[in-house]
């Protein structure tokens, strides 16, 4: 891990907490230098570094950007032999954000937007894209904002899926682009929750939408 994402904290957390950053507002890049006060099951800043191929827009701190890759790829991804892989590592991220939800009470909610194009071996026998593939990109890029928020609060939102509830709204043919938008609903000590909408990009028509629960483990001693 590179030592930029080991630097001390700067105001970052501190202002998004007591509500001086605003909405889209860019963050400093530091980190948080409060530790979660129990040993995580993943923890995201002990994983390997893997380079995004284009730009992560959005006010996310870099470090954040970063750790939030590399729990995407090295946990929810995989190795080149897993489940997937193809698929997953087609993901673009485009965007990451983190929020004050005004109609929450000021609470905090972070957002990510990835991209991916549909292609033939992401299809089932009717040429249009497979309901499994689409599950299998909503459990994956549905949990990434809750490693954005859990790196901004300091509590681990790496977790396995309790439950996921899909909505199949029209088919995906091949070389339609996917956009698809997560955000974190509730994150707790071991209990989470996010909701996704994927999107087709150029005509704005849904495609899927999700809520998914989602808990950390205890970590055996």
């Given at each position: 891990?590179?030592?930029?994402?080991?630097?001390?904290?700067?105001?970052?957390?501190?202002?998004?907490?007591?509500?001086?950053?605003?909405?889209h507002?860019?963050?400093?890049?530091?980190r948080?230098?409060?530790?979660?006060?129990?040993?995580?099951?993943?923890?995201?800043?002990?994983?390997?570094?893997?380079?995004?191929?284009?730009?992560?827009?959005?006010?996310?701190?870099?470090?954040?950007?970063?750790?939030?890759?590399?729990?995407?790829?090295?946990?929810?991804?995989?190795?080149?032999?897993?489940?997937?892989?193809?698929?997953?590592?087609?993901?673009?991220?485009?965007?990451?954000?983190?929020?004050?939800?005004?109609?929450?009470?000021?609470?905090?909610e972070?957002?990510?937007?990835?991209?991916?194009?549909?292609?033939?071996?992401?299809?089932?026998?009717?040429?249009?894209?497979?309901?499994?593939?689409?599950?299998?990109?909503?459990?994956?890029?549905?949990?990434?904002?809750?490693?954005?928020?859990?790196?901004?609060?300091?509590?681990?939102?790496?977790?396995?899926?309790?439950?996921?509830?899909?909505?199949?709204?029209?088919?995906?043919?091949?070389?339609?682009?996917?956009?698809?938008?997560?955000?974190?609903?509730?994150l707790?000590?071991?209990?989470?929750?996010?909701?996704?909408?994927?999107?087709?990009?150029?005509?704005?028509?849904?495609?899927?939408?999700?809520?998914?629960?989602?808990?950390?483990?205890?970590?055996?001693?």
């Amino acid at each position: 891990m590179s030592s930029r994402y080991h630097r001390s904290a700067s105001n970052a957390s501190a202002m998004l907490l007591s509500g001086e950053m605003q909405a889209h507002e860019p963050l400093p890049s530091a980190r948080n230098s409060r530790q979660p006060s129990s040993k995580a099951w993943v923890d995201p800043a002990s994983l390997p570094n893997y380079d995004h191929n284009s730009f992560i827009a959005g006010n996310a701190p870099d470090y954040v950007k970063q750790l939030n890759y590399n729990t995407f790829m090295c946990y929810g991804v995989g190795e080149p032999d897993s489940f997937g892989y193809k698929v997953g590592k087609a993901v673009e991220f485009v965007e990451v954000n983190i929020n004050r939800k005004r109609d929450r009470n000021e609470r905090l909610e972070a957002t990510t937007v990835a991209e991916i194009e549909v292609t033939k071996h992401m299809l089932n026998g009717a040429g249009m894209l497979h309901g499994g593939c689409v599950a299998y990109l909503i459990d994956n890029c549905c949990s990434t904002p809750l490693v954005v928020l859990g790196l901004i609060q300091s509590v681990n939102g790496v977790g396995v899926t309790q439950s996921m509830n899909v909505h199949f709204h029209a088919p995906a043919p091949k070389g339609t682009t996917l956009r698809i938008i997560s955000s974190s609903v509730s994150l707790g000590g071991r209990v989470m929750s996010a909701r996704c909408e994927i999107i087709d990009k150029d005509s704005g028509r849904m495609v899927a939408s999700a809520f998914m629960s989602k808990m950390q483990p205890v970590p055996k001693l």
